[in-house]
Structure formats: C-alpha cells, structure tokens
C-alpha cells in the first residue's frame, strides 16, 4: 500500500527561525517519485519539488532545502530563515508505478504559520 | 509564465442543480487530472485524461459525476444532479505526460458549495 504521513499537523514560528517539515513514506516499489506542493491562503497549489527514488541527493533552492533519505523513507523539506510569505499548507505526495504513476497519493498537510 | 486555468473559481448552487466547471490544461500539456479537497479526505484523485481520452476515473461517483476532455484545451467536470456532500474544491492539473511520472501543474481551484 502507498501513503504518506505528515505528522505535523501545524507548525508556528516567528519570522527568521528555521522550520523543518516531515514527511515519511511507505511503498513496495522500487522506483517511485516524491513532490512537495506549497497552497497559499489562495488557494493554489503549487509545485516545489520533484524527486526521484534513485537520487537521494539533497537539493537546496534559495531559502528552501529538502533531504531524501531512503533509510528511513523521509522527504523532508526545510525552510531557513521563514518569512511571512512562507506562510501555507505544504503537502508531500508520492508517485509509484503501483498507481499507474496516475494518482499523486497526498499527505495530510502541514500547515506553517510564519509569525512577524 | 503558462498556467492551468479554471473556471468559475466560486459557484454556489443548490441541491439537485447541474454544476460544470472547466479548465484549460498548460499549452502542450497532454494530461489532465481532477483532484477533489475537503476537510475531511484531504486531496483525491478523481479522473485522469492522457491525449484526451480517459484512462482512470475509479475516484468519481460514476453516477452523478462525468468528466470529458471536447479538445485539447478543455477538460470539464460535470455533476448532475449536485447534493450537498459535493461541495468541495476542485482542482485540475495537468502534464507533459513524458517520462514515467508527470510533475503535475495544478490550476486555482473552483470553490464549489451545495446548499
């Protein structure tokens, strides 16, 4: 079965403080891929990150970093010096050939309150 | 910068009615996606379209609900007759539909509310 877990439900920082957000997967599949979407208070969805199986390299985009680990089935994404902009739901999803690479399986959502 | 739009954004109706919304996929983009919100069962996959024909629509209550794509740059989500357990946001997305996993690239949403 695929799912993933947010356990965060909702994380409030004030502005400049680092904030990490979790996300563990689980799947039987060899090859699969990993996203993270960021929805504003308007709604949107938008795309940050894809990521797949085979490259646990971490990546760093400006204030954002996200660290794959496959020991521990973690796509974790960190926001360093939060701003109030940062201020969203975030979601992790999961991509597998067990779902037709069709379905993006969605976590829960963490919900980041960046205070001034 | 190419977007995924989607209209209405808002539509309250009322039980019963026929509701349509609709979404213009990214320029060139070959797949199309419906996603349902709600408090409750967060993001759901509801139908997915590859060069317009519908591949998996296992998500979509098959009796009041239908999807179509009449061309490339339209897909429409239809319910008839609407009940109050519809109201939702429901999102399109759409993709290159290249490689194994498409990244994809989600519109506004339309904020639908059933009284």
């Known amino acids: 079965a695929q799912k993933v877990t947010q356990a965060q439900t909702e994380i409030s920082v004030v502005e400049k403080e680092d904030v990490t957000l979790d996300c563990v997967y689980e799947?039987?599949?060899?090859?699969?891929?990993l996203f993270w979407y960021k929805q504003p208070p308007s709604g949107e969805l938008v795309f940050l990150i894809r990521r797949n199986s085979f490259d646990e390299q971490n990546e760093i985009s400006g204030r954002y970093s996200w660290n794959f680990q496959k020991s521990t089935s973690s796509f974790n994404f960190t926001i360093t010096a939060s701003q109030v902009v940062d201020s969203a739901v975030y979601f992790c999803a999961l991509n597998t050939p067990s779902g037709g690479y069709n379905k993006l399986i969605f976590g829960a959502g963490t919900r980041l309150a960046v205070h001034p | 910068d190419a977007r995924v739009t989607q209209t209405p954004r808002d539509k309250v109706t009322e039980m019963g009615q026929e509701v349509t919304m609709r979404c213009q996929p990214i320029l060139g983009h070959n797949t199309v996606f419906w996603y349902r919100q709600t408090m409750m069962q967060g993001l759901e996959l509801l139908a997915y379209?590859?060069?317009?024909?519908?591949?998996?629509d296992s998500g979509m209550p098959k009796d009041r609900f239908s999807a179509e794509m009449p061309d490339a740059t339209l897909a429409t989500l239809k319910i008839q007759p609407s009940e109050p357990r519809d109201s939702a946001v429901y999102f399109c997305?759409?993709?290159?539909?290249?490689?194994?996993?498409?990244?994809?690239?989600f519109g506004p949403g339309t904020r639908l509310t059933v009284l």
């Open positions: 379209f590859r060069n317009r024909a519908p591949l998996d």
């Open positions: 799947t039987r599949d060899t090859t699969y891929y």
């Open positions: 997305a759409s993709g290159t539909g290249t490689g194994e996993a498409d990244t994809q690239y």
